[in-house]
């Protein structure tokens, strides 16, 4: 293993025992220890999850399947902007999966790889984000957009593209 490598474990770990040190390293206390742990870290690295395992006293299998139970928890890091599209009953009624067709193919992306390259997009496909009226539903971002069609989808991409590009440059 590399030394960076190992030294990025290493900082993981130290801030794995900051949260159990949080949590008394409770067993009980597992779910808000992931939570925490994927606040912190964007998501949960299988090693975490095992070190979380090993400091819990607990099968690494029952770490794993509470991380995977949980609709919350994601195991793979997720791109700088997240773009969840409702296929719930209206969403789907309403068209849904062509917006997520779209999304897919300007982004270069597919149901195996639901981040792009560069780590600025997440596209997610979800049960139910809790606003049928507004099907279909496409939130950004925590920002919820309402009757979006495939080509709005597209726009707000590229839109955010845009800011992103404004924003290197001031930085720069």
Do not use: W
Request: one cysteine or more; glycine letters at 4%.
């Amino acid at each position: 293993m590399c030394v960076s490598c190992t030294n990025q474990t290493s900082e993981r770990h130290d801030i794995a025992d900051r949260i159990l040190t949080r949590f008394n390293y409770s067993d009980s206390k597992l779910v808000p220890i992931l939570q925490t742990l994927q606040d912190k870290f964007g998501y949960l690295p299988r090693d975490l999850m095992a070190y979380v395992a090993s400091a819990l006293r607990l099968p690494p299998a029952r770490v794993y399947g509470v991380a995977t139970f949980y609709a919350h928890f994601s195991l793979h890091p997720k791109g700088k902007h997240v773009l969840k599209l409702c296929d719930g009953t209206a969403c789907h009624v309403k068209a849904s999966i062509p917006i997520l067709h779209a999304l897919e193919a300007h982004l270069n992306l597919s149901t195996d790889q639901t981040t792009t390259d560069d780590g600025l997009f997440t596209v997610e496909k979800v049960s139910c984000l809790g606003a049928c009226g507004l099907a279909p539903v496409l939130v950004i971002d925590e920002q919820v957009h309402g009757q979006v069609t495939p080509e709005m989808a597209v726009q707000f991409v590229e839109d955010i593209k845009e800011q992103e590009a404004l924003t290197e440059e001031v930085c720069a």
